[in-house]
C-alpha cells in the first residue's frame, strides 16, 4: 500500500490519502479527493511513500483527474518558495496559482464530474456515406444543377477529405470554407453527417483555415520571415484595424507546425473573431503560473516574462520555461512585438 502527501486549495497543511492497489498515480498529479463530509476537491500529490503515517483512518484517493502530470518539480519548488516567502500554505499558492477550472469542487461526485474540464474536441463533417464516391457526387451534380451553391460546398467537403486522406471522409468543421448556413442546409438536407471527436495534433499550417492576404500583408509577412532568419526582432506597426491579426494568424499556423509553441497575449482581442475562427480547436498552450506582485524569481532557469498594461494597472505572468526550445513565437499586444 502507498501513501500520498496531497495539497489542497485551502489554507491547511498536506493530508496524506491512500493509493489503491493498481491505480497508477505520480507526484504532480491532479487527484480526486473527500475532505469532510460531504466536500470533494481536486488534490495535487505533492509526495508518495511506502511508510504508513500514524493515523486511525486514512481515506482513498478516488481517482486521477488527467493523463500527465499537473505540476512539474520546477513548479513544485517555485510553490514551496512563494509559501516560504510569504508565509503562506502550499494549499494557498495552489488556490491562486492554477484556474479555477482546473480544479473543480463540489458537494457530490456527480456535480464534481460536471465541472470537470473534458479533452477538447471539435466538429467534423462528412458527406453522408451514399455520396463518397466520385460517381455518386457526380450523379448527385446532374440531378441538382439549380443549386451550385450546394453542390459547390459539397465539392469542398469532398476535395477536403481527399487532400487529408481521410479514409472516412471526415473532416474538420474549421477547415471547410462554407458559410454555416450552408452547412446548416446541408445538415438540414440529409447530405451530410456532423460528429464530435477530439482534436488531433497540429501536423502541419494546412490544419488551419488561414486568412487570405493582400498584398500589403504578404510584404510585411515576407518582411517577417527576412527578420527572424536572421534572429532579429520584428515590430510590427499598424493602426487598429490595418490587417495585423492576419499576419499573426499565418506566424502563428507556421510556428505550431513545427511542434513549437505560441504564447499569445491577446486580452484586447477577447471579443475579436478571426483569431477564434481561423485557429479554434489547435490552440497550443505553454503551461503557466501567475502571480500578482510576486518578487522577481529566480531568472537563472529558462523561464519567460510576460507582461502587459490595463488601464493604469500593470500585470506579469510567469512561465517556466522546462521546454526553452518549443517556444517559437511570443506575440504582444499593446507595441505589437513578434
Not at 13 to 34: I, R
Not at 218 to 226: F, K, Q, T
Request: aromatic share 8%; hydrophobic share 40%.
Amino acid at each position: 500500500m502507498l501513501y500520498a502527501q496531497v495539497v489542497l486549495p485551502l489554507a491547511q497543511p498536506m493530508y496524506t490519502f491512500s493509493l489503491e492497489e493498481g491505480m497508477a498515480v505520480e507526484v504532480g498529479d491532479a487527484v480526486v479527493v473527500q475532505f469532510g463530509s460531504f466536500r470533494y476537491y481536486t488534490g495535487i500529490v505533492w509526495s508518495i511513500s511506502e511508510a504508513k503515517p500514524d493515523l486511525k483512518r486514512i481515506k482513498p484517493i478516488l481517482r486521477k483527474l488527467y493523463s500527465t502530470p499537473l505540476v512539474s518539480p520546477e513548479l513544485q519548488q517555485l510553490w514551496e518558495w512563494v509559501a516560504d516567502y510569504y508565509m503562506c500554505s502550499v494549499g494557498e499558492v495552489m488556490r491562486v496559482a492554477l484556474p479555477s477550472l482546473a480544479k473543480p469542487k463540489a458537494d457530490s461526485l456527480a456535480e464534481f464530474d460536471e465541472r470537470t474540464i473534458e479533452a477538447p474536441a471539435e466538429s467534423y463533417i462528412a458527406l453522408k456515406e451514399e455520396l463518397r464516391s466520385e460517381e455518386a457526387l457526380l450523379a448527385y451534380h446532374e440531378s441538382h444543377r439549380r443549386a451550385p451553391r450546394r453542390i459547390e460546398t459539397m465539392d469542398r467537403i469532398a476535395a477536403l477529405a481527399i487532400e487529408r486522406k481521410a479514409e472516412d471522409g471526415f473532416v474538420p468543421r474549421r477547415l471547410v470554407d462554407a458559410e454555416t448556413v450552408h452547412i446548416t442546409d446541408l445538415r438540414r438536407r440529409g447530405l451530410v453527417v456532423e460528429e464530435r471527436r477530439l482534436v488531433d495534433a497540429v501536423s502541419s499550417a494546412n490544419d488551419f483555415l488561414l486568412p487570405i492576404l493582400s498584398e500589403a500583408q504578404s510584404r510585411a509577412l515576407d518582411a517577417i520571415h527576412a527578420a527572424h532568419a536572421d534572429d532579429k526582432v520584428a515590430l510590427l506597426h499598424g493602426v487598429t484595424g490595418s490587417g495585423k491579426t492576419e499576419i499573426y494568424i499565418h506566424l502563428i499556423a507556421e510556428t505550431l507546425a513545427q511542434g513549437r509553441d505560441v504564447p499569445r497575449d491577446c486580452h484586447h482581442l477577447a471579443t475579436y473573431r478571426a483569431p477564434r475562427t481561423h485557429l479554434r480547436g489547435s490552440h497550443h498552450h505553454l503551461p503557466f503560473t501567475p502571480y500578482a506582485a510576486a518578487p522577481r524569481p529566480d531568472l537563472s532557469a529558462p523561464c519567460l516574462i510576460v507582461g502587459w498594461r490595463v488601464g493604469r494597472w500593470r500585470a506579469l505572468i510567469y512561465l517556466p520555461a522546462t521546454q526553452k526550445s518549443r517556444i517559437g513565437r511570443c506575440r504582444r499586444g499593446a507595441r505589437h512585438g513578434l
